[in-house]
């Protein structure tokens, strides 16, 4: 699995530059507060990285598996079942997933052809993270689907 390995590692690098711009766009909006001359895109642009961020953090977690899940009532069920139930949570995480995105792409094409009111981009840039957010969670699903851990995974 090198390809998702290095697909893993360029999601995280992808976070890590979002996060340090989500930063440096903060502390440039604070200075220039602070000196009395705001800088007006600042909050707009920051907005835009968080949910960029969000989604890649998203993809991330889904990747790892890492999203807070809670399994209490169905780890009391017999193993048949709780592969049923797990077969039913992991398909509905893969329509979940489906839905986000053309909901996403929707979004998109709605908001392209208007502008931010601080930055030269379309508003459609704030949704458009949403769409491989959810493509991914459909495939980390479907993949669970093929590839089923038990009740310790």
């Given at each position: 699995?090198?390809?998702?390995a290095a697909f893993d590692r360029a999601l995280?690098?992808?976070?890590?530059?979002?996060?340090?711009?989500?930063?440096?766009?903060?502390?440039?909006?604070?200075?220039?507060?602070?000196?009395?001359?705001?800088?007006?895109?600042?909050?707009?642009?920051?907005?835009?990285?968080?949910?960029?961020l969000a989604a890649t953090g998203w993809m991330?977690?889904?990747?790892?598996?890492?999203?807070?899940?809670?399994?209490?009532?169905?780890?009391?069920?017999?193993?048949?079942?709780?592969?049923g139930v797990e077969r039913v949570i992991q398909?509905?995480?893969?329509?979940?997933?489906?839905?986000?995105?053309?909901?996403?792409?929707?979004?998109?094409?709605?908001?392209?052809?208007?502008?931010?009111?601080?930055?030269?981009?379309?508003?459609?840039?704030?949704?458009?993270?949403?769409?491989?957010?959810?493509?991914?969670?459909?495939?980390?699903?479907?993949?669970?689907?093929?590839?089923?851990?038990?009740?310790?995974?």
């Amino acid at each position: 699995m090198p390809m998702l390995a290095a697909f893993d590692r360029a999601l995280a690098l992808f976070g890590a530059a979002l996060l340090t711009c989500l930063m440096a766009t903060v502390l440039a909006g604070v200075v220039t507060r602070a000196m009395d001359d705001p800088w007006g895109w600042t909050d707009e642009g920051a907005r835009f990285l968080m949910v960029w961020l969000a989604a890649t953090g998203w993809m991330l977690a889904s990747r790892k598996r890492a999203h807070v899940r809670i399994r209490f009532f169905q780890n009391l069920l017999p193993n048949a079942v709780w592969r049923g139930v797990e077969r039913v949570i992991q398909t509905a995480l893969v329509l979940l997933g489906l839905a986000i995105a053309w909901f996403a792409i929707t979004l998109v094409q709605r908001n392209a052809d208007l502008d931010a009111t601080s930055l030269p981009i379309s508003m459609a840039w704030l949704y458009v993270p949403m769409i491989p957010a959810g493509l991914l969670m459909a495939v980390q699903a479907m993949g669970q689907l093929v590839r089923p851990g038990g009740k310790d995974a």
